[in-house]
């Protein structure tokens, strides 16, 4: 058959030049034997089997810790096309470049052959690819992250049509580290780390980089957003995607439990997706939304029974921790927020005894993660496999932000919220390698993931704002991070963020108030419900405070921004930065 040809002689071709000892296919299965090499490597530690059934800890290099984005490139031949929001380079250049560094990079070990299934299989949204790589991590952590199995692997030779994922830990040398797409080719090349986003070629490369380029041409939207079910009631379940940068709370928001007053009215909240949605317009003509990974690589610190009960249940069984501390008293994890008495006997992250009480470091990396399938997810939404995903009522964008922007605001119009949406800002985390803490505009939270020019992806928003028309979901901005003057949080956040998305979802239905201010639609502070939580007014007040020098200053930073994508930026979006400008100076 012509299309498997397609697979082998990919494969065939992957061998000659990485030239490992041997090639071993993965479909899901017989994968305890690879557990047990890993063990045997050093690779994976089990875990107390009584407490932590089928849980594994793994430590990275001590290099290998997040994202590198100054090591990510989007390779298009017209170096316009990926955009001042991406590295650059000509596509022969890295090729040739990388295929220096994976000339023999696997001798002496296993080549795993990945085939893997973003989305249900079978489902229309749904997207192949093949992962090739040198480490048993990534077959672990892929097979809980994305579908595997026979069937799919059948669906890829049958069709012939994947991505081209090229990964290998090679020297783990950070000069020679690359994460290179190119998606002219639907094909990814990653050497040099073992890490989350930089190895897991299914997740950011795969479901947002290259999808985004495909969605871009194809007229659907990749996008890096949760997706939940509000149950109210009356039994009804309105769903909303939310974008928010990485670490900041994403999973949290995605697993949320509703506030007590909440559950006694009958409200529930199903999780669809943590981290990324593949949005299209259906046949209803609304937009609709899957998750196109099948698990959860969540920021582990932080996470208790208090701000995560989900997580934390979900993840006592089939995960693997990366960078979390060892407590040798149980063969059990633990980091900094789990509990207020870490282990005395402990091994940090980087490898080293660590006494959690005398240690002045902390144990665990912040950017320590848990991979965990999303079937142990006690509220995993029964529509997760549903073909044709979920339809979607709300986008709600938001950053973390100390002052600038308030708890919650809404978009007059879909234009409106890609303007605020493609200006939105945010603090940085340990989720990226380098300095946290630095405000930068983060498009849509899809700035380190968008795999083509930013200016013709605000475009393609606006463009599929037009063809949605009225069924358009209606856009938010919020922000859970917003600090009083003693520089701490103002909004309890975690569940009671329902509270806010019952405002947003009212508005929806056209069932809530709004005043018209310079920066967007808000709420009066009566108009959120504070029933059985104790926030005084005053608080709420300063949360949703505009502050107008603030923003102004704001709008400089935009226009600055926005210069930067010169004539690929659409005039619409200049045009509702004037707007703004106006509205703030009257
Ligand atoms: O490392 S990942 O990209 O998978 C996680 C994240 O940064 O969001
Ligand atoms: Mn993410």
């Known amino acids: 058959m012509e299309e498997n040809f397609k697979l082998k002689n990919w494969v065939s071709w992957a061998v000659e030049l990485c030239k490992p000892d041997n090639v071993v296919w993965i479909d899901g299965e017989g994968l305890d ?20 059934p089928g849980c594994y800890l793994h430590r990275s290099a001590i290099n290998d810790v997040a994202r590198s984005e100054d090591k990510t490139f989007i390779c298009t031949t017209a170096k316009e096309d990926a955009g001042p929001n991406n590295n650059w380079q000509a596509p022969e250049e890295m090729y040739a470049r990388l295929t220096a560094l994976f000339d023999g990079s696997m001798k002496g070990r296993t080549m795993y052959v990945i085939p893997f299934c973003m989305g249900p299989v079978g489902s229309p949204f749904s997207k192949l690819g093949v992962e090739i790589t040198d480490s048993i991590y990534v077959v672990l952590n892929m097979n809980i992250m994305t579908r595997i199995s026979k069937d799919v692997t059948k669906l890829v030779k049958n069709t ?40 897991l070629l299914g997740k950011k490369c795969f479901a947002l980089r290259i999808a985004s380029y495909q969605a871009k041409n194809e007229g659907w939207l990749a996008e890096h957003m949760l997706i939940i079910g509000i149950e109210n009631p009356q039994g ?54 899957i998750n196109p990974e099948n698990g959860y690589f969540g920021v582990v610190p932080g996470t208790n029974s208090v701000t995560n009960p989900n997580a934390l249940a979900t993840i006592s069984n089939d995960t693997i921790f990366t960078n979390v501390v060892h407590n040798q008293d149980d063969n059990t994890v633990w980091w900094e927020g789990l509990s207020k008495t870490p282990p005395t006997q402990g091994i940090n992250w980087k490898g080293e005894q660590w006494n959690g009480t005398t240690s002045q470091e902390k144990g665990a990396h912040p950017n320590s993660r848990f991979t965990t399938p999303a079937k142990n997810l006690p509220i995993l939404s029964p529509e997760v496999e549903n073909p ?3 339809p979607i009522s709300a986008l709600v964008f938001g950053g973390r932000r100390a002052k600038t922007a308030p708890l919650v605001y809404q978009a007059r119009d879909f234009n409106h919220g890609v303007f605020i949406a493609s200006t939105m800002a945010s603090e ?52 859970w991070f917003r600090t009083g003057d003693n520089g701490k949080f103002l909004w309890p956040g975690y569940g009671e963020n329902l509270r806010i998305l019952e405002w947003v979802l009212a508005r929806c239905e056209g069932e809530a108030l709004a005043i018209d201010t310079p920066i967007g639609l808000m709420p009066n502070p009566d108009d ?44 619409v979006l200049w045009d509702e930065l004037s707007g703004l400008e106006n509205r703030l100076h009257l």
């Open 528 to 571: 959120i419900s504070t029933e059985g939580l104790d926030l005084p007014k005053e608080k709420l007040e300063e949360l949703l405070h505009v502050d107008k020098n603030l923003w102004v200053d704001e709008t400089a930073a935009m226009r600055e921004y926005y210069k930067s994508y010169g004539d690929r930026l659409p005039k």
């Open 160 to 199: 012939g049509d994947f991505v081209k994922c090229l990964h290998s830990t090679a020297t783990l040398s950070l000069d020679d580290r690359f994460i290179a797409h190119f998606p002219e080719d639907n094909a990814i090349w990653s050497i040099n780390s073992g890490y989350g986003g930089n190895a």
């Open 388 to 390: 044709n995903g979920v």
């Open 33 to 52: 034997a690879l557990r047990e090499e890993a063990i045997e490597k050093g690779e994976l530690i089990r875990l107390n089997q009584e407490i932590l």
């Open 236 to 289: 009804e379940v309105h769903y909303v995607c939310a974008a928010f940068p990485s670490a900041c709370g994403k999973t949290n928001l995605a697993m949320l439990i509703p506030p007590e007053v909440y559950q006694e009215k009958g409200y529930k909240v199903w999780c669809v997706g943590d981290d990324i949605a593949w949005l299209r317009i259906g046949e209803d003509g609304r937009l609709w939304a």
């Open 428 to 479: 940085t985390t340990a989720a990226q390698t380098g300095a946290v803490g630095v405000t930068r505009i983060d498009s849509m939270a899809m700035k380190p993931f968008c795999g083509y020019n930013m200016g013709d992806y605000f475009a393609h928003w606006l463009d599929m704002g037009e063809k949605l028309g009225d069924n358009a979901p209606k856009i938010f901005n919020v922000n």
